[in-house]
């Protein structure tokens, strides 16, 4: 048996009408840049999630970006994340001019710990941008209340946490606003690069739409200058015509991770993941902890099954974040996960022989 670790064919082929017909559909009409596909993109997105605005852009990282530009951060400021996460959590900070500021994960959730957010607060923090890591809910509820007694912006990276859920609120209208990533291995993915930013303030839509445009709501009326980052249109279209799939896809996840959970719980020498109480994991990754778990990502691998970690080192270990003088011991928690931390396969058209077939493989790893 060979299981891959995500399987875009699969879902390709279960919907190859509906996306065959948008791609056609954008190059008969000529459609290259912008125009009804991306607009309707925005409005189903924004509609399905009930949020006020959503602003398509050219991928996840821009969406961070044109944030951090557009909440006023640059020389001088702080921003504070998390230890670990992909690093478009950190760069887009210090792209402005501006420090990033880790926070360690917490030993349970593997998200930004809530407990150490204080103590990393001083007169130059400008703001947060927590992350939703694995689709998991970070404790966004706490870290809101401290951002609000301190002044601090909140923004939600929910690259990879579309539908995530915190205290039956959607992750991404929590905070100030949210960025998406439709990277296409993730759980909306486009056929391309693509991403977007959500939220509820009307001005700061404006704003960031206008920045991700050349600074101009209406050719040519630059007010300020600002970058091109657009959401490809025959990207657009193609997220349109998954869009109706995605809540199945969706409890299709969370339906594959009960059933990893129930296969690997006789296994003591992994642990599963914990889901923070009150939320809904959309399990973009299961990520387990394991003992040897270097030795078990290649007898996996021999027996067919493919692995990732996310992430083998944390963002203050890595050597883009030398300047900032930082120890692993700085952080101990990231430091010990990045380790032990181990991303099995996990995608909608997962089938359940698949799952049961990992975790024999696993099973057989551990009585060698
Ligand atoms: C994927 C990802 C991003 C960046 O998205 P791109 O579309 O690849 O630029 C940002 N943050 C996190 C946590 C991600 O996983």
Same mark, same amino acid.
């Given at each position: ?23 056609? /559909? ?18 189903? =997105?924004? @509609? ?53 500021? =880790? ?105 960031? &739409? ?12 630059? &007010? ?37 959970? &129930? ?18 994991? @959309? ?5 387990? &902890? ?60 997962? /089938? ?17």
């Amino acid at each position: 048996m060979k299981i891959p670790f995500v399987d875009l064919k699969a879902q390709y082929l279960s919907i190859k009408q509906d996306i065959d017909k948008a791609i056609a /559909t954008v190059i008969d009409e000529t459609c290259f840049i912008n125009g009804h596909f991306v607009k309707e993109f925005e409005r189903d =997105f924004a @509609s399905l999630y009930g949020a006020k605005h959503v602003i398509g852009c050219a991928n996840g990282t821009d969406a961070l970006y044109i944030l951090m530009k557009m909440m006023g951060v640059g020389q001088g400021h702080e921003v504070i994340t998390v230890a670990n996460s992909w690093i478009s959590s950190s760069e887009t900070i210090s792209q402005t001019g501006a420090r990033p500021v =880790f926070v360690d994960v917490h030993p349970d959730y593997y998200s930004l710990d809530e407990t150490q957010l204080e103590k990393k607060i001083n007169k130059n923090t400008k703001g947060v941008i927590a992350v939703h890591l694995q689709g998991q809910a970070c404790e966004i509820g706490v870290i809101k209340a401290i951002c609000d007694k301190h002044g601090l912006f909140l923004i939600e990276d929910c690259a990879q946490s579309h539908f995530t859920e915190y205290k039956g609120k959607r992750a991404g209208l929590i905070g100030t606003a949210g960025s998406f990533s439709f990277y296409p291995g993730k759980n909306l993915g486009a056929y391309g690069d693509a991403g977007g930013i959500m939220t509820n303030d009307d001005a700061l839509a404006e704003r960031c &739409r206008m920045f991700a445009n050349h600074g101009a709501l209406k050719k040519p009326d630059h &007010r300020i200058e600002g970058i091109n980052s657009r959401l490809d249109t025959i990207q657009a279209a193609i997220l349109s015509a998954k869009l109706p799939n995605i809540l199945r896809w969706t409890e299709q996840r969370i339906r594959n991770a009960a059933l990893y959970d &129930r296969y690997l719980a006789d296994i003591p020498q992994l642990v599963t993941p914990k889901v923070r109480p009150e939320t809904k994991h @959309s399990y973009h990754l299961y990520v387990v &902890r394991a003992q040897q778990r270097d030795e078990l990502m290649s007898f996996l691998k021999d027996a067919g099954v493919e692995t990732a970690i996310h992430y083998p080192v944390a963002l203050p270990n890595l050597p883009a974040y030398k300047y900032l003088g930082h120890t692993p011991a700085d952080f101990p928690v990231a430091t010990r996960l990045q380790q032990e931390i181990l991303s099995l396969p996990m995608y909608p058209e997962l /089938t359940e022989e698949g799952i049961a077939y990992v975790a024999g493989k696993i099973r057989a790893f551990y009585k060698r």
